[in-house]
């Protein structure tokens, strides 16, 4: 039947008769194999920082009105990602999990972690003229990395946070 679990049963065949022939019989087996059943990882996309998304999987080849709930045990799915994990691509693995009716084949997805978002906030300046002291630049990152200040001109000179307007060519 079409319920019947995957093994070897023995085919016998018996009965019939006619007056003009012997009737030899010979019995035989049939092999019913476990069906296949695809598990496929679902790829998932977050931010750096941020915890990973609820993993999750698409299952093909369940067969009667077989469903997950169906299974002895079902396969586990995880990955080495975690919300400290730099940004880049994951595997999701499937693996483990088992039926007496089904053989399990799995196909991996892939956790993209992308970049954080971040904001720079510069404090006002104002103008500044040559003959001006030294000053404080301030900034902050939305995200608390430290900010660093770079000099674009030659009028200006940068240590740390401490801006100094300096005379071109002197």
Do not use: C, W
């Not at 030899?24 to 941020?50: C, M, W």
């Not at 080495?80 to 991996?108: C, K, Q, W």
């Not at 001006?132 to 030659?154: H, I, Y």
């Amino acid at each position: 039947t079409a319920s019947t679990a995957p093994g070897t049963y023995d085919i016998v065949i018996s009965g019939g008769s006619d007056d003009n022939y012997e009737m030899a019989y010979q019995n035989a087996s049939i092999t019913i194999g476990k069906a296949p059943l695809t598990f496929h990882a679902n790829d998932h996309v977050r931010k750096y920082g941020e915890p990973n998304p609820a993993l999750s999987f698409s299952v093909a080849g369940f067969k009667l009105d077989d469903g997950l709930d169906d299974l002895q045990l079902s396969p586990v799915i995880s990955t080495m990602a975690n919300e400290d994990s730099d940004a880049g691509a994951y595997a999701i693995v499937l693996e483990g999990g088992g039926d007496p009716n089904y053989h399990f084949e799995f196909t991996h997805g892939t956790l993209s972690v992308e970049q954080a978002d971040q904001t720079l906030v510069f404090e006002m300046i104002g103008s500044r003229t040559i003959a001006d002291a030294p000053f404080t630049l301030r900034a902050s990152s939305s995200v608390g990395l430290p900010v660093e200040f770079v000099a674009v001109s030659d009028n200006l000179s940068i240590d740390g946070d401490i801006a100094v307007p300096v005379r071109s060519g002197l």
